[in-house]
T-cell receptor, first 113, second 119 residues
Framework: DAGVTQSPTHLIKTRGQQVTLRCSPKSGHDTVSWYQQALGQGPQFIFQYYEEEERQRGNFPDRFSGHQFPNYSSELNVNALLLGDSALYLC????????????FGQGTRLTVV | AQKVTQAQTEISVVEKEDVTLDCVYETRDTTYYLFWYKQPPSGELVFLIRRNSFDEQNEISGRYSWNFQKSTSSFNFTITASQVVDSAVYFCALSENSAGGTSYGKLTFGQGTILTVHP
């Protein structure tokens, strides 16, 4: 049973560029959440998707947007990249209706230069 | 607003010692969930334990145990007989109900505690 998979694992972008990160949830899961983890910090909630709609959003600017597809996979898009966007981006999946723990992927390490 | 505080930035122990990681939380919700996650160098967050706000019973699971005290808003985590493989960053997290009230909403994480277990 594959867990949560994220791609790519590492990415280097230039300031001002746009980036798309991808996440496939664990089999049987329908809810995807995205987190940003700066070096030495705890993960910060970006947003959560369920039924292809954004359900909750953290304190992140509109440059951060997302999408969920009918197969429950998800994308995180960041426009106009800033140096401060350099971080580990983690995807978590869970099953709505069941109070089970969220499973996390290994993350995408984004470096903005 | 929800907040999680892990006052211990780094802890260093020798193998076989017991170690307790502290966590204090703030929330206005009456229903909430508390978690401990482990993050090894690979980056993936690994679920360890979960406790809901209705159940203050403390439990032991293998080498892991936790002490949940609602009166002091604390959710401490203990590893008994630590091993080198326990070396990682440990995060305490708090979750409110999702908008639909049927699954976990966003997780609010603490800053993490770096645990190093020396042989």
């Amino acid at each position: 049973d594959a867990g949560v998979t994220q791609s790519p694992t590492h990415l280097i972008k230039t300031r001002g560029q746009q980036v798309t990160l991808r996440c496939s949830p664990k089999s049987g899961h329908d809810t995807v959440s995205w987190y940003q983890q700066a070096l030495g910090q705890g993960p910060q909630f970006i947003f959560q998707y369920y039924e292809e709609e954004e359900r909750q959003r953290g304190n992140f600017p509109d440059r951060f947007s997302g999408h969920q597809f009918p197969n429950y996979s998800s994308e995180l898009n960041v426009n106009a990249l800033l140096l401060g966007d350099s971080a580990l981006y983690l995807c978590a999946s869970s099953k709505r209706g069941l109070y089970t723990e969220a499973f996390f992927g290994q993350g995408t390490r984004l470096t903005v230069v | 607003a929800q907040k999680v505080t892990q006052a211990q930035t780094e802890i260093s122990v020798v193998e076989k010692e017991d170690v307790t990681l502290d966590c204090v939380y703030e929330t206005r919700d009456t229903t909430y969930y508390l978690f401990w996650y482990k993050q090894p160098p690979s980056g993936e967050l690994v679920f360890l334990i979960r406790r809901n706000s209705f159940d203050e019973q403390n439990e032991i699971s293998g080498r892991y145990s936790w002490n949940f005290q609602k009166s002091t808003s604390s959710f401490n985590f203990t590893i008994t007989a630590s091993q080198v493989v326990d070396s990682a960053v440990y995060f305490c997290a708090l979750s409110e109900n999702s908008a639909g009230g049927t699954s976990y909403g966003k997780l609010t994480f603490g800053q993490g505690t770096i645990l190093t277990v020396h042989p």
